[in-house]
């Protein structure tokens, strides 16, 4: 199983960023998938998660109305697209999975199987 994301980088508050996963080795069938991110010092936190229908998603509360996860399962590539960024959006942003799973805000609360490497996003003010 692969998680490879990307997308992250420097941007200014108020500003927007995509974040791409792009997986593999496992069926996107059956799946949720997530959006995970990690500040210094801070705990690990379930951002946004979907199931591989695409009809049935979860956002942790700061993020609702800015960040929306979409999901392209002929890509096996899942979206994080991330507007009016704010300062505290800074974190390393990780994408997970769990293969024969349907409840996006149990898994984005209490984590997943399979785990990328991270990207790094920076809001700057």
């Known amino acids: 199983v692969q998680l490879q994301a990307s997308g992250g980088g420097l941007v200014q508050a108020g500003g927007s960023l995509r974040l791409s996963c792009a997986a593999s080795?496992?069926?996107?069938?059956?799946?949720?998938i997530g959006w995970f991110r990690q500040a210094p010092g801070k705990e690990r936190e379930g951002v946004a998660c979907?199931?591989?229908?695409?009809?049935?998603?979860y956002y942790m509360d700061s993020v609702f109305g800015r960040f929306t996860i979409s999901s392209d399962n002929d890509k096996k590539t899942v979206y994080l697209q991330m507007n009016s960024l704010k300062l505290e959006d800074t974190a390393v942003y990780y994408c997970?999975?769990?293969?024969?799973?349907?409840?996006?805000?149990?898994?984005?609360?209490?984590?997943?199987?399979?785990w990328g490497k991270g990207t790094l996003v920076t809001v700057s003010s």
């Open positions: 979907i199931g591989s229908s695409g009809g049935n998603t």
């Open positions: 080795g496992f069926s996107f069938d059956d799946s949720v």
């Open positions: 997970a999975a769990v293969y024969n799973a349907y409840d996006t805000k149990y898994y984005c609360a209490n984590g997943m199987d399979y």
